[in-house]
């Protein structure tokens, strides 16, 4: 079971353009496609895709037209009574795979709904993961997360956190052995934010990456799975380090994929897969979804974990 908590879910518009992308310029464009979205949903429609069990925990009224597509994709969800009306964000797609997200806020939250949200997950029963994932919506503490994920801790949880800015350097401050998440998933840009790197070099030397990410793993983390966009990813954890790259991927949209990614890690844990095989699942699962269209998310029928090449890092 993966159990997916959104605090600030959308709906996901995409716009493809049949030409590049010109500032200033009116665009015609090929087509328009609305999704259910946000971080965690779109890890539970990856669930839903694959077989797995999974309940996504939400701000959304009950009878609301997101609902009744989650429904209709066969997303079984947790409705927690919303602060306001459910953001749009909305995604431009360039022939090349050049990828422009303009995102909304989302509507105010306050510390009641807030508590309800936390309140409907710690109700689930304790088994597989809980995910905590994407942004917080305005009038959210940035400690959120960190609060949460220590609270599910204590309740015996396996958690995984995939968010960014002030909530992933809050998590990070907050780590602590008794309290740490079992898994953080950040892309290089994050775990740079996250910890003063410089982004740009972290990128480019999966070695620095699995260094910093063994720093998170010394504090507390149970494992560190880092995104590097085309170079892959890098998995830290207590028994070792590893770099993966994708198969060779015509890339369409980049939504969505690093979404895939912690799935893709998630289902390998949940199969009993060890530490480099769940990497390689990552990384195949991501770039599968790199090759598919707005937020689509791959099928097991889509992904190439042989073409993942995998590589053990010196000792960190």
């Not at 946000?38 to 797995?52: F, L, M, P, T």
């Not at 701000?59 to 306001?84: I, K, M, Q, S, T």
């Not at 990813?233 to 980049?254: E, F, K, N, Y």
Request: glycine share 10%.
């Amino acid at each position: 079971m993966i159990v997916t908590v959104t605090p600030n879910p959308s709906v996901d518009r995409t716009v493809e353009l049949p030409g590049q992308l010109s500032r200033g310029a009116v665009h015609r464009v090929s087509s328009a496609t609305d999704q259910p979205g946000g971080k965690g949903v779109n890890i539970s429609r990856a669930c839903v895709a694959a077989g797995v069990s999974t309940l996504a925990v939400l701000p959304v009224e009950a009878e609301d037209p997101f609902v009744r597509e989650l429904h209709r994709l066969g997303v079984p969800c947790l409705p927690v009574p919303p602060a306001g009306p459910m953001r749009v964000n909305l995604t431009i797609t360039e022939p090349d795979g050049t990828t422009t997200k303009l995102n909304a806020a989302g509507a105010d939250a306050t510390p009641a709904e807030l508590e309800a949200l936390a309140v409907a997950v710690l109700g689930r029963p304790a088994e597989g993961w809980v995910v905590l994932a994407g942004s917080l919506p305005p009038g959210a503490p940035t400690g959120w997360y960190a609060d949460l994920a220590a609270r599910l801790r204590a309740d015996g949880r396996r958690v995984a956190v995939d968010t960014s800015d002030a909530p992933l350097t809050a998590v990070v401050a907050a780590l602590r052995p008794e309290t740490a998440p079992a898994l953080l998933k950040p892309n290089a840009e994050e775990l740079a934010t996250a910890t003063g790197e410089d982004p740009v070099a972290l990128e480019a030397d999966p070695a620095r990456v699995a260094a910093v990410a063994r720093s998170l793993v010394d504090r507390g983390v149970g494992a560190v799975l880092a995104t590097l966009g085309p170079g892959g990813a890098v998995l830290v954890d207590p028994s070792g380090a590893w770099h993966a790259r994708p198969p060779d991927t015509r890339v369409v949209s980049t939504v969505g994929a690093g979404d895939a990614s912690l799935f893709g890690y998630l289902r390998a844990d949940l199969l009993g897969l060890p530490a480099p095989e769940r990497l390689a699942a990552a990384v195949a699962f991501g770039s599968a979804a790199a090759g598919l269209p707005g937020s689509t998310v791959p099928t097991p029928a889509d992904v190439r974990t042989g073409e993942v090449r995998l590589s053990q890092l010196d000792p960190v």
